[in-house]
């Protein structure tokens, strides 16, 4: 597994890295999520990212990786704990640290993110949104200053506002989720000039649109998913006979596009299995696409150039879906 610079921190991590959100109790019990983690360690991966909101996720890899010897690299996240959750509670948000430290198993943390740091109606992080300023922001310094955390980062999912946290330049690493993929590219637009700008590590979440990249749909996408826009199923349709014409699997092609930008550090896969790790490892190790593949994905991506307003955020192929507040 080759390495890349986590932009100006020092860190070399992998191009594959693991999210943590499907090795817990979203997953497949225990066993399942500890072969997945020690079979990504085995293959390179170096980087593993965690969060409270993941279920139990944190303890899982703090039990699977108790006593490993391997070098990686460990994120986490500030957000949802303890509860009801105060952002603005200094004493609640270190007990939360401590509480992954425990869990984790560890004594220090690598890179302690602020979650959801771009969407006010999920967490009020900021006292001043203009300035970004805020108990959380006191308690990173605190930590990092104290050696507890190494680095400090974003993680989130809006196209446009997390560029102006990026912007503070208070921050070493953003982790950007859905807005990095094959179809969708709003993030090339803010968010990642910004952290290339100001010399950030870059993390990609949900290359696959946490499923919609995944697999294929083929007959929804050509014959039904009423909720899917006509501009988003022409889209689709390109996509699918360009990969037929590529004799290529659809999530080959979605991690492959990630690394063939230099300017990312690492791309998360959401592994749940070790037959999963291995498709996306060896997915990775066939390298950056072709220019020629690049150029056709580019035309085919601009397409939809914008989210159509009513498109669900997460593409429910394969399960029912009305609209938005039909129950």
């Not at 070399?12 to 079979?39: K, N, P, T």
């Not at 460990?74 to 949802?80: D, E, N, P, V």
């Not at 192929?317 to 129950?327: K, N, V």
Request: aromatic content about 8%.
């Amino acid at each position: 597994m080759k390495t890349r610079p986590l932009g100006k921190t020092g860190l070399q991590v992998s191009e594959l890295g693991l999210g943590g959100l499907f090795v817990s109790s979203y997953g497949s019990g225990y066993d399942q999520a500890r072969d997945a983690i020690h079979r990504a360690l085995e293959l390179g991966v170096n980087y593993i990212d965690t969060a409270p909101g993941y279920a139990n996720s944190e303890e899982v890899l703090g039990k699977a990786l108790e006593g490993e010897s391997t070098h990686y690299v460990i994120s986490t996240k500030l957000g949802g704990r303890p509860q009801p959750f105060n952002p603005q509670d200094r004493d609640g948000l270190m007990k939360s640290v401590e509480e992954s430290l425990r869990l984790l198993k560890r004594d220090t943390i690598d890179i302690l993110m602020i979650h959801e740091p771009d969407r006010p109606g999920q967490y009020n992080w900021w006292k001043d949104p203009m300035q970004f300023e805020g108990a959380v922001m006191d308690v990173l310094d605190d930590l990092k200053r104290q050696g507890v955390i190494r680095f400090i980062g974003l993680g989130g999912t809006t196209a446009y506002e997390m560029a102006h946290v990026i912007n503070t330049g208070r921050f070493d690493i953003v982790l950007t989720a859905f807005n990095y993929s094959l179809l969708w590219r709003e993030a090339l637009r803010e968010v990642l000039p910004a952290a290339k700008r100001l010399g950030m590590g870059i993390v990609i979440g949900s290359p696959l649109q946490q499923g919609a990249l995944a697999r294929r749909y083929d007959q929804e996408v050509r014959h039904g998913a009423r909720w899917l826009s006509s501009p988003r199923r022409a889209q689709y349709i390109a996509l699918y006979d360009l990969l037929d014409e590529l004799h290529m699997p659809i999530a080959e092609a979605g991690l492959r596009f990630i690394i063939s930008n230099p300017d990312i550090s690492c791309t998360l896969m959401g592994a749940r299995s070790r037959a999963e790790v291995e498709q996306n490892t060896a997915a990775v190790e066939k390298g950056p696409l072709p220019s020629d593949v690049m150029k056709r994905l580019d035309e085919i991506a601009a397409m939809v150039p914008f989210r159509p307003f009513e498109e669900p955020f997460g593409l429910p192929f394969g399960r029912e879906y009305w609209g938005p507040g039909i129950a």
